[in-house]
Nanobody, 119 residues
Framework: QVQLVESGGGLVQAGGSLRLSCAAS????????MGWYRQAPGNQRELVAS???????NYADSVKGRFTISRDNARNTVYLQMNSLKPEDTAVYYC?????????????WGQGTQVSVSS
């Protein structure tokens, strides 16, 4: 089991910045992929960014060049630095962990943190 707790959301004006944090209850060096997703009202949950233990980070086209995902293994924390925020970035942001346990993939989600961007 992995518990994830997000923080750092809030209300910001367009053009501003926020940094989201996702603290894991277990060592993230044992988690294959950590990711950030978001869901706006009436929309499906979508991938924002992901970072594997080994390999390249991945970003949605809509956030490339503005958002940066990173991981601090010593703190078991993953971050999402969000710059040049736009009103369309408004959503609940969720942290997700994908981990292999007993030979199969397991997916864990945090409770979400609200990000609101005013125009």
């Amino acid at each position: 089991q992995v518990q994830l707790v997000e923080s750092g959301g809030g209300l910001v004006q367009a053009g501003g910045s926020l940094r989201l944090s996702c603290a894991a209850s277990a060592s993230i060096t044992n988690i294959a992929v950590m990711g950030w997703y978001r869901q706006a009202p009436g929309n499906q949950r979508e991938l924002v960014a992901s970072i594997p233990i080994v390999g390249l980070t991945n970003y949605a086209d809509s956030v490339k060049g503005r958002f940066t995902i990173s991981r601090d293994n010593a703190r078991n924390t993953v971050y999402l630095q969000m710059n040049s925020l736009k009103p369309e970035d408004t959503a609940v942001y969720y942290c997700k962990a994908r981990k292999v346990e007993s030979g199969s993939w397991h997916h864990y989600w945090g409770q979400g943190t609200q990000v609101s961007v005013s125009s």
